[in-house]
């Protein structure tokens, strides 16, 4: 029997982001362990972009599904959005990483 460390569970969180209804990225998954791997493999499979990062992905567990990401979140998860952006450059118009950081770090 193999041993798991806690490095090595995976965890995973889902944001769901519309400007014109939210003023931040909510949560709308979030898992860990056999959760987390059936996020993964259904984003894969639905092509949504996976962004790996384990200290985001810690913070995001730590709230609710629903919840808007707190306001110590809005850079990071603006990079996050702006690397998205890139990835699908129809994308752009989904997105105002200006709104996301309400222009504190613009």
Sequence with gaps: MSRTSKHDIKKAAALKYESDKHSA???VGIGEGL?????LQTAKESQVPIVEDLDVAKSLLKLDIGDEIP???YYVIAEVLAFITR???????KYTL???VKGKHA
């Design 98 to 100: 200006k709104e996301i």
């Design 87 to 93: 990835l699908d450059i129809n994308a752009k118009d």
């Design 25 to 27: 990225p909510k949560v």
């Design 35 to 39: 959760v987390a791997e059936k996020m």
């Design 71 to 73: 306001e110590e979140l």
